[in-house]
């Protein structure tokens, strides 16, 4: 079969595979939402104000997107730990409003923990993703002192409304498995603890490095925010958090930077033509935020601007009920989301970088050794999905990689982007080929052991790809006579 011939087939594998990642955002958004009104109403009855209301909307969404509620186990430690860790994160809340400075610093090293604990495995991983959540919090809810509670209970609202959020978000999660609306929760990676032996003072290992890259571009957005915009510096903050958050090397920073100014752009303008059409009715303004987180869960599949879009929507539509005049800042919130940008990328690529290439090939080695694992007589046998997840890991990096190619216009003779497009044309033959069940020929294992020997020498890693590309082509199209029958 010719390569001609394969591409319908691939296209449309690949379009099922849109359609269908489409589908299941759509369905996550929908049982999303359904915990967020569950919330919504929970919190009101308790104290009919919009500080409340807005937290409950943030958290949810939050506690969506983290998955703390994966399992029992993780339900009952968020459970414990959060209203601890949420009583601390008021406190570092109070203390940026009346201490800026202190306050800064504590947020800065409250994140640079949250992030360098996931070096010693899937528990103190998911500790820090419980630190990380409070903190994020007080940067995407604006401060809407209570009218209506005294001290105590305005500050024990917060916490009420997060365990509701938690218990809503899990309670509809579970409930969307059962009924098969999402697909079984997966395990959380157990196993992967990656202890500090190998670290040295001149190169830490990638979990430290992310850390003291993120400390550096938070450090740095307080000063600029404090300095240069006194009233509006979280937004500065949050670009470069976002920015940085979920590093997975330089170019994808910049990458994301990109998406997220352009996004978040577009989203600035939408919000304050709403606020300006809307003026103070909260109840639309509300049902705008909500509309707009949804539609981001729903349209994040299509690409990261569509989800900075709208997050950035919803978070201007938050910010607005802190009554300020939204005529006078698209100017200066457009500033300060590039500034927080340009902040997170110099972080990644001048603290301690991570090199994007270096990324990729450990994510195409991994790819070729499930490969080399399903075609291994003597290895237990692997199952499509295995492939796919490990293809996924790549397609992960992918948007960044194509990007950059499209930006060179092909200027080099072969880029990391046409690795990945080569492995792509791998992945349909050799799910072709496993669910064959037969014997995989001599000619499969060593091309795949080629390409794996290849990594060491990218400048022979795209033509080893095509090579097993072709080679599993012609296994999977009728030559039985090589097959291996050790």
């Known amino acids: 079969m010719t390569p001609a011939d394969q591409t319908p087939t691939t296209a449309r594998i690949a379009f099922d595979a849109a359609i269908s990642a489409f589908g299941r955002a759509g369905r996550e958004a929908v049982v999303t939402m359904l915990a967020m009104l569950a919330t919504l109403g929970c919190a009101m009855a308790i104290d009919a104000e919009p500080g409340p209301a807005v937290l409950a909307v943030v958290l949810c969404l939050s506690f969506a997107r983290s998955h703390l509620d994966r399992d029992l186990r993780g339900r009952l430690e968020a459970a414990v730990a959060l209203p601890i860790v949420g009583l601390l ?125 993120t400390a550096v571009a938070l450090a740095l957005s307080f000063v600029v925010g404090y300095t240069f915009f006194a009233q509006r510096w979280a937004w500065i903050v949050l670009t470069a958090f976002i920015v940085n958050s979920g590093n997975r090397g330089r170019l994808d920073v910049a990458y994301k930077s990109v998406l997220r100014v352009l996004g978040a752009a577009f989203g600035t303008v939408l919000a304050l033509g709403f606020s300006v059409h809307l003026g103070s009715h909260d109840g639309a303004t509300v049902a705008l935020i909500l509309a707009a987180v949804f539609f981001g869960i729903w349209l994040r599949p299509l690409g990261y601007a569509w989800w900075a879009l709208f997050v950035t929507l919803a978070l201007a539509l938050l910010q607005g009920f802190e009554g300020r005049s939204a005529t006078h800042d698209l100017g200066l919130r457009l500033q300060e989301i590039v500034i927080g940008a340009v902040i997170g990328v110099a972080a990644a690529w001048l603290v301690y970088p991570v090199r994007s290439r270096n990324v990729l090939r450990r994510r195409i080695a991994d790819a070729l050794a499930v490969l080399g694992d399903a075609f291994d007589p003597a290895t237990p046998p692997r199952t499509r999905d295995e492939v796919l997840a490990a293809w996924a890991q790549v397609a992960q990096i992918a948007p960044a990689f194509r990007a950059s190619r499209w930006a060179a216009r092909r200027g080099e003779a072969a880029q990391p982007a046409d690795w990945i497009d080569a492995l792509h044309a791998c992945i349909d033959p050799a799910i072709a080929l496993l669910e064959q069940g037969t014997a995989p020929p001599v000619e499969v294992r060593r091309s795949i052991g080629a390409a794996r020997k290849a990594l060491r020498e990218p400048d022979q890693l795209l033509p080893s790809l095509r090579q097993l590309r072709d080679c599993l082509d012609q296994a999977g199209h009728g030559r039985p006579e090589h097959a291996d029958t050790a």
Do not use: C, D, K, N
């Open 89 to 213: 994160a008021t406190a570092v809340g109070m203390l940026l409003l009346h201490a800026p400075w202190l306050g800064a610093l504590v947020f800065v090293a409250g994140m640079f923990a949250s992030i360098w604990l996931r070096r010693f495995g899937p528990m103190t991983r998911r500790a820090g993703s419980l630190i990380a959540l409070p903190f994020v919090v007080i940067l995407t809810t604006p401060h809407v002192p209570s009218q209506r509670l005294g001290p105590l209970m305005a500050a024990l609202v917060p916490i009420v409304v997060a365990l509701l959020a938690l218990g809503w978000v899990a309670a509809f999660h579970a409930l969307a498995r059962r009924l098969r609306v999402l697909p079984p929760a997966q395990a959380a990676t157990t196993g992967i603890a990656v202890a500090p032996t190998h670290e040295s003072s001149l190169r830490p290992i990638a979990s430290t490095r992310m850390a003291i890259q």
